[in-house]
């Protein structure tokens, strides 16, 4: 688990954009998951994308018309996976985080926390090795966002991921394995005890 911090405008938003084929770097070569990102086609990054990554934002991005369940189900649906598979592996996912008595309930019904959690979830819903998280916790108060971030190191760990997490709060990056921070161009890597607030 890598957090990734810096000032506002370092680039660590731009950095998870580039490793997870979403934007190209403007110079050099990015390789992630052994894969030459700047060789992808736009649809062989959209599959490596829906293959190999799962994204989770500060705004969680349901869509507000569907389901909880609907809206963990459709990473597999744009994937070909059948309507009721989809829907059966969505409903595991919501208990992982645990939402199952919330399948049935739109975005606009659920609170802050729990769009945050069925985001993630659908983030997790076509088996990803890497998790990127893009300040996951930036629009939750501090004892939600505790739990949120509480459940992204158990998925982390209990699914063996690569997690990548952009993040302003200190006290999360000091519970990471590893920390990289970015500051006026450069990257370093700094030991998580090391981060004071």
């Known amino acids: 688990m890598l957090a990734i911090v810096g000032e506002s405008g370092s680039g660590k938003s731009s950095l998870l954009h580039i490793l997870g ?56 649906l744009m994937r070909g996976t059948g309507y009721h598979k989809a829907m059966d592996t969505a409903g595991g996912w919501l208990r992982e985080v645990g939402l199952e008595s919330r399948a049935h ?12 959690r069925v985001a993630l979830a659908r983030a ?32 982390h760990r209990e699914h063996r991921l690569t997690s990548l997490i952009v993040t302003h709060n200190l006290d999360f990056a000091r519970r ?10 450069k990257a370093e890597e700094v030991h998580p005890d090391s981060l004071r607030n």
């Open 21 to 76: 084929a979403l934007d190209r770097a403007s110079d050099g070569d990015v390789y992630c998951a052994q894969i030459h990102l700047a060789k992808l086609t736009e649809d062989a990054a959209a599959d490596f994308r829906n293959r190999e990554i799962g994204f989770v934002w500060q705004f969680h991005y349901l869509l507000p018309e569907f389901s909880a369940q609907e809206n963990v189900a459709m990473p597999l």
């Open 105 to 116: 309930h739109r975005a606009g019904e659920l609170s802050g926390g729990e769009q945050q």
């Open 124 to 155: 997790l819903v076509t088996g990803p090795q890497i998790l990127m998280a893009d300040e996951p916790t930036g629009d939750l108060d501090n004892r939600t966002a505790d739990l949120v971030f509480d459940l992204v190191q158990r998925l």
């Open 176 to 185: 990471c394995d590893r920390v990289l921070r970015l500051h006026q161009g």
